[in-house]
């Protein structure tokens, strides 16, 4: 994948977790995971999916739900799917 | 409007709102939500006003203790119905139980639940939480599962109610699976795991009347969004999502009105528009005979409209107009189009003028002792909507899409009129109850067409084409499409000079049975000349096809016909695009085929003006008028 088009993703799930979370200064990078960010817990964890879903126009698997241990991971997949 | 404008709209909302707040505009902020947060409103966005919202305090919210008991994980359910509330200046307060603990937490008469004293109990049971009695059920035993499984239900409410006293229990109705092991039977079979949980639903529903416990439709909120949306495996198999998590705002928004019921606070009134609301076009520029209604595509639309208003009154919603139009012009439009399904009756405040709507809906609310939070208003009008919205935010104005097809599903899918079941009082919905009944049994009971018809007690009226019937005659003959046997399209004032002819016989006629009155539905224009009488105009509604008016109404010509001296009767079909119904009508009434043009036209004879006495009529004469 072109930086481009992973920069581009990384923005767009960026917009999603700043909604979610509802704060417009929150920053993420390929790192950030649940030990960042004090609410993202389980059950924050199946909201950002869901909105990452919606967003994307993709479907995760059962198994990947739970997965994604960061947001790197998360934009990995998302691309795959988006490929796929 | 577009996702990305209703996304754009949210997130301005939102923005305003915190403005709101921050100046210490609580109200206004809240108002601002509730104009712009829907249960279709985008999950991401609704997730972050709910979490905006629940960090705030909001000083004027009262306290909600609710409880919801059952097997899956709500999180995000519950996160939604608190934003929904909090909108209504509810502040809920929220007790889950854990997993499958939920039956514990019930009987635990020591534990947490009522530890918590929660004032509602809510049963927020899904489809897995029914399941372990249901399957797997031996055929035999088939018929008591779904008995068994409502028992065990009972118990887990007693215990609730017999532990917290004045608590109030809801229970769901549970959501179907779209699979079904036995297929296309899986609803019908005794064991058939559909089958079942109908039966569970039906009997539990049942069951709540008995114990004064309240039902919550979950399982049509499944339907409506369709089974294979709502029911997401992956989300379940994770996490024990019982339903798809991305739907939990509308599933919590609908359980939010239901408890805004249940605190009083649902809408009892609607104020409509008329232009573009009630009727295609406006009134004041196409006049009566231009507006929209009944006919075409959109015809249709704005009468399904009106008819599902009509329901709504007739459940005691209070129904009031609204309308920037001359008063004359619009009462007279509601009253006299054919195609009206609302009449004067069904409007508890009519305002036609040139008035700011708003001021308007005030003075509705006060001439009906309403505060104005009991208030929807439905226009098509944007600019008009976003007024009232500004000037009156605890109105509730709803949106409404630029095709009429969806209005019905623009007002219905608000909620906005749940209620906490049927009071005593409410006889307009017993009246409608029983009149629906009647009809059924009277249905069933007859046997064979003949018998129905006479069941129906119709009886009809006729008369001359005075100033009274003059305007609803001319209606018909220029609306009627399908049951006009010549598409005649005299005007008015036509009409008055042939009622004045010597030589033409004018009449029009009216229907009523006993469950209600059709009102005038046809007309009639006999011509008379030497020794023929001539039907040159017969226009009929089609709401009366097929009950015996074409045989009253041919009596009636055939009287008329040989009082003036005649000796055969003619009629002629002129096809058009739409009358094809009638094509045929003179011949089964008896007639002869006397000539056909090539385009179509037939000419017919009925001679010698014959004694119909043979052929059954159903309908009894009222005096001539």
Sequence with gaps: ?84 | MGEDTAAEAERRALALAKEHYAAGEFERALAVLRGSYTPDSDFSLLMRAARWTASKEWPRATPFKIAFLGGGVLSQFVELIAFWLSLYGIRLDSYCSLYDAWRMDVLNGDGPLYRFSPDIVWFFNTRRDARTHASPVPAADAGYAAESMVNEQRKFWSSAQSRLPGVGVIQNSVDPAPERGYGNLDGFIADGGLHILRKYNESLASAAADSGVMMFDLAHLAECVGLRFWSDPAYWFHSKHPFSPGLSGFVAYHAARQLVAIRGLSKKAIVVDLDNTLWGGVVGDDGMDGIVLGDGPDGQAYQAFQGYLKALISRGIVLAVASKNDERTATDAFTNHPGMLLDMDDIAVFKANWRNKADNIREIAATLNLGLDSFVFVDDNPAERDLVRRELPMVDTIELPSDPSGYVRALDRMALFETVGVSGEDRARARMYKANAARTIAQSAATNLGEYLRGLEMSASRGTADDFHLSRMTQLVNKSNQFHLTTTRYGKAELETLAKSPDHILRWYSLSDKFGDYGVIAATVLRIRSLAAIIDTWAMSCRVLERGMEEFILRDLLGLAAGAGCEVLHGTYIPSAKNGLVADLYGRLGFSLRGKSDAGTTEWELSPLTDRGGIPLYITSKDIT
Excluded at chain 1, 20 to 33: V, Y
Aim: aromatic share 4%; charged share 30%; proline share 0%.
């Design chain 1, 1 to 84: 994948m072109t930086d481009n088009a992973r920069e581009t993703i990384m923005r767009r799930t960026a917009r999603v977790f700043r909604d979610i979370f509802d704060d417009d200064e929150l920053e993420i990078g390929n790192a950030t995971s649940a030990a960042d960010i004090d609410d993202w817990d389980s059950l924050m964890h199946v909201t950002l999916v869901v909105a990452l879903e919606k967003e994307f126009g993709i479907r995760l698997k059962a198994s990947e739900i739970g997965a994604l241990d960061n947001v790197g991971a998360m934009v990995d997949l998302i691309s795959s799917k988006l490929k796929g």
